[in-house]
C-alpha cells in the first residue's frame, strides 16, 4: 500500500536513496501520506513516538549512535514547533536529523483554517536547509532538486534540515504501485580540505608548552592511536573530557581538578604556546575561563566543517579530519627539550592522591554516590549523561576506558536528555546506563513513553529534590529568589516507573547503593529505574570542600 500523492512518494523515495532507513513518526492526519509511505517501505524502519519533542530527540539519539541521518516527521502546526529544542541540538553538535514536516498549502494559511502555522523556514536561524515544496505535476523536477539539496546537505554537513511538505485533502487515499523517480542529479561532494603545513610545522618545533584539547568526540580508534604518539611527546599536553572517548595515562583527563586550585604563577606556567582543538563543545567553564585569560600565540582548530573560535585567540582553521592532520603533523615533527608535560602529569598525580584521600571519608551525598555508580557500570556499556550538575561531576573521575560517554552539549539544556538516552540506547548494540539528576529527569518524563525502549536500558536518577547546582555556583543563594532558581520539589519517580513498566527501585544511603547495584545491570524483561535520594542540604558544602581539599 502506497500513498496516492505523488509529493509523498517522492519524499519517501529520496529518503531511501539516501539511506536513510530509520524515520520517527508522531501521530497526525495531515501527514498520513507519509505516514502511509514510510510504514509500508520495506527497507525503512518506521517507529511511533506520540510527543513530537521527545520523538526529535530520540531520533537524534539514534543518528549519534549511527552516525547517519534519521528522519521525523510530523503533522502541521504546532506539533513541528515542539522539534525546536532538538533541532538546535543537533545544530550545535553536529547530528544529522532530518525534519520532514506536513503543512496545509499555501492558499490555507493566514486564513483561519485549523491546526496551522507560518511553517516554511520557521528554524532558519538554527538550519543547514530549508526546502519547501509545492504539490503540483509541474514542480516535480523543482521538488526532486530541493529534496536532493537538503538531503546532501544533512549527510555532508552533519546537521539538521527541514523539509516542509504541503497537502491538500484527501489525504488518507492509497495505491497498490509506486512511481519510479529519477534522482540521477545526486553528486558526492567532497568537504572542503584547507591545511597549510609548511606555515604551522615551524611553529610548532619551535614551541616547548603545547596543548592539545578535546572536546566531545564520537568514539574513533584512529583518533586514540595517533594521540597515543602525541602523549609520548614531552612537550605535548593532552587535556580530554568524559564526552572526548580519548583515554591514555598521560591524558589530563579530569581538567577541572588539576587546574580549579592552581595560583596565578602557575596559571603561566601551564599557558600553552600552541593550542590544537578538535572534536566539539566543551563542558568545562574553568578551562574555557583560563584559555581566554592566558592565550596562546596560536590556536589552531581542526575540524572538517566549523572554525570555533571559543578562546577569542583563533589563528588558524585547520579544515580537515583532524586524524589527517595529526598524522602529517607528527610526520614533520621534531623532538625538543621540555618538562611541559611531566611538570602536568606531577601535578596530576599529587591531585588524584587528594581525590582520593577525600573521597575515601566522603559522607553520604550526590559527589560520593555518583563515585559508586560510575565504578559499578559494566565494561564496554554506553553510558548516557544528563546536563547540570551530573556532567559536572563526571568531569571529577577517571571513566572507565571501556565506556563510551554522551551528553547533549550542543545547547546544553536538560529539556531531552532522557529521550535522546533511549534513542541512543534503542540505536547501540551496547547496554545503556542514563546518568540524570530529578530536574532533567522529570521535565523529560514523556521521554517513557515510547515502546521503543531496549529491556537492558537503565536509569540511574540522583535526587536532591531540587536543582542542587544552584545550590553550589555562586550567586542564587545571596538574593531573596533561590526558591525559583533551585524549585525543590518532593517528586519520586516511582509511580512513573509503574505506569511506563519499568522495574523500580529506591536508594537513600550507601549501604543500599551498593547492594542494589550488584543485580541492577543484569538482564530483566523491562527496563529499569533507580532513583538515589540524595541530602540537598549538604551537596554542596561537600563538593566545595572537595575542591578546597585539592
Keep these: 500500500m502506497f500513498p496516492k500523492k505523488e509529493l509523498a512518494q517522492l519524499v519517501v523515495s529520496a529518503c531511501h536513496q539516501f539511506n536513510i532507513d530509520t524515520v520517527v513518526i508522531s501521530p497526525g492526519s495531515r501527514n498520513a501520506p507519509l505516514t502511509v509511505g514510510f510504514s509500508n517501505h520495506p527497507a525503512i524502519e518506521a517507529l511511533s513516538v506520540v510527543d513530537e519533542r521527545c520523538a526529535a530527540f530520540f531520533a537524534m539519539g539514534i543518528a549519534q549512535q549511527k552516525q547517519k541521518p534519521v528522519a521525523i516527521v510530523c503533522s502541521s502546526g504546532s506539533a513541528l ?23 496545509r498549502p499555501k492558499h490555507l494559511i493566514d486564513i483561519g483554517d485549523g491546526q496551522t502555522i507560518r511553517q516554511e523556514n520557521v528554524f532558519e536561524n538554527h538550519i543547514l536547509s530549508s526546502a519547501n515544496l509545492i504539490e503540483k505535476e509541474s514542480q516535480l523536477k523543482n521538488n526532486t532538486d530541493l529534496l536532493v539539496e537538503a538531503l546532501q546537505i544533512s549527510k555532508n554537513q552533519k546537521g539538521p534540515v527541514h523539509i516542509n511538505v504541503p497537502f491538500d485533502e484527501p489525504l488518507y487515499e492509497t495505491v497498490e504501485e509506486q512511481k519510479v523517480f529519477d534522482f540521477s542529479n545526486v553528486i558526492s561532494s567532497d568537504t572542503k580540505q584547507s591545511v597549510d603545513l609548511e606555515k604551522l610545522v615551524p611553529v610548532w618545533n619551535s614551541s616547548i608548552k603545547k596543548m592539545i584539547l578535546v572536546g566531545s568526540n564520537f568514539p574513533d580508534v584512529e583518533l586514540q592511536k595517533i594521540l597515543d604518539v602525541y602523549a609520548e611527546d614531552a612537550s605535548v599536553l593532552v587535556l580530554t573530557e568524559t564526552t572526548s572517548n580519548v583515554y591514555h595515562s598521560k591524558f589530563i583527563s579530569s581538567i577541572d581538578k588539576l587546574i580549579s586550585k592552581l595560583t596565578e604563577e602557575e596559571y603561566k606556567e601551564l599557558q600553552p604556546e600552541v593550542l590544537i582543538t578538535l572534536g566539539g563543545m566543551v563542558i568545562s567553564k574553568r578551562i574555557k575561563q583560563f584559555l581566554r585569560k592566558l592565550q596562546p600565540k596560536h590556536h589552531w582548530h581542526v575540524d572538517e566543517l566549523k572554525a570555533i573560535d571559543t578562546y577569542h585567540c583563533l ?15 607528527s610526520g614533520k615533527k621534531k623532538d625538543i627539550q621540555s618538562d611541559y608535560q611531566a611538570r602536568w602529569l606531577q601535578e596530576k598525580e599529587l591531585r588524584a592522591i587528594k581525590h582520593e ?63 535522546t538516552a533511549i534513542g541512543a540506547g534503542f540505536g547501540s548494540k551496547n547496554q545503556t546506563v542514563f546518568i540524570t539528576g530529578d530536574l532533567s529527569f522529570f521535565y523529560d518524563s514523556n521521554a ?36 525559583y ?10 509511580h512513573l516507573s509503574k505506569m511506563y513498566d519499568f522495574e523500580y527501585v529506591q536508594v537513600k544511603d550507601l549501604k543500599s547503593l551498593r547492594n542494589s547495584l550488584t543485580s541492577f545491570y543484569s538482564e530483566s524483561n523491562q527496563p529499569k529505574i533507580m532513583e538515589i535520594f ?17
Design 448 to 483: 517513557l513513553w515510547n515502546t521503543n525502549i531496549p529491556k537492558n536500558f537503565r536509569i540511574i536518577i540522583l535526587n536532591n529534590a531540587g536543582g542542587g547546582i544552584f545550590r553550589y555556583i555562586p550567586g542564587p543563594l545571596t538574593t531573596n529568589a533561590a526558591e
Design 357 to 419: 584521600e577525600y573521597l575515601k571519608n566522603c559522607k553520604y551525598s550526590d559527589l560520593k554516590s555518583f563515585e559508586v555508580v560510575l565504578d559499578s557500570i559494566p565494561d564496554n556499556s554506553q553510558v548516557q549523561i544528563s546536563n547540570s550538575s551530573i556532567i559536572r561531576y563526571s568531569q571529577l573521575f577517571d571513566v572507565n576506558s571501556t565506556l563510551k560517554v554522551f551528553c547533549n552539549r550542543g545547547t546544553s539544556g536538560i529539556d531531552g536528555s532522557t529521550s
Design 534 to 550: 540524595t541530602p540537598k542540604e549538604i551537596n554542596d558544602v561537600v563538593l566545595k570542600n572537595y575542591f578546597k581539599n585539592l
Design 315 to 329: 589563528s588558524e582553521f585547520v579544515q580537515t579530519n583532524p586524524v589527517t592532520f595529526l598524522r602529517m603533523l
Design 81 to 103: 514547533l515542539n522539534y525546536y529544542p532538538a533541532i538546535a541540538e543537533a545544530f550545535y553538535s553536529q547530528i544529522p536529523l532530518v525534519v520532514i514536516s506536513a503543512d
Design 485 to 494: 532558581f533551585e524549585t525543590p520539589h518532593g517528586l519520586t519517580a516511582e
